[in-house]
Nanobody, 125 residues
Framework: QVQLVESGGGLVQAGGSLRLSCTAS????????MGWFRQAPEKEREFVAG???????GYADSVKGRFTISRDNVKNTVYLQMNSLKPEDTAVYYC???????????????????WGQGTQVTVSS
């Protein structure tokens, strides 16, 4: 069983920045692929960014160049640095862990095994 706890959400003005953190339990965090997803009101949950155990990272087109995902395997934590935030980035952000051994983190939520409780990000215009 893996527990994921997100933090760092909040209210920010357009153009501002936030950094989300997600800390995982478990002794093999370095082997997990980690992903960030988000869900806006009345919309489906969507992939935002992922980072593999190999450190390979990928992003949704909507956040490329603005968001950066990183991980600290000593602290069992994955981060999402969000810059140049837009009102359309407003959503509940979830981190997720994939215990598979693929080199690249999945972009489909169906392939993730564990989820955090989510943290709200609100960007005002």
């Amino acid at each position: 069983q893996v527990q994921l706890v997100e933090s760092g959400g909040g209210l920010v003005q357009a153009g501002g920045s936030l950094r989300l953190s997600c800390t995982a339990s478990g002794r093999t965090f370095n082997l997990y692929n980690m992903g960030w997803f988000r869900q806006a009101p009345e919309k489906e949950r969507e992939f935002v960014a992922g980072i593999g155990w190999s450190a390979w990272s990928g992003y949704a087109d909507s956040v490329k160049g603005r968001f950066t995902i990183s991980r600290d395997n000593v602290k069992n934590t994955v981060y999402l640095q969000m810059n140049s935030l837009k009102p359309e980035d407003t959503a509940v952000y979830y981190c997720a862990a994939d215990l598979g051994r693929g080199i690249r983190p999945p972009t489909s939520e169906l392939e993730y095994d564990y989820w955090g409780q989510g943290t709200q990000v609100t960007v005002s215009s």
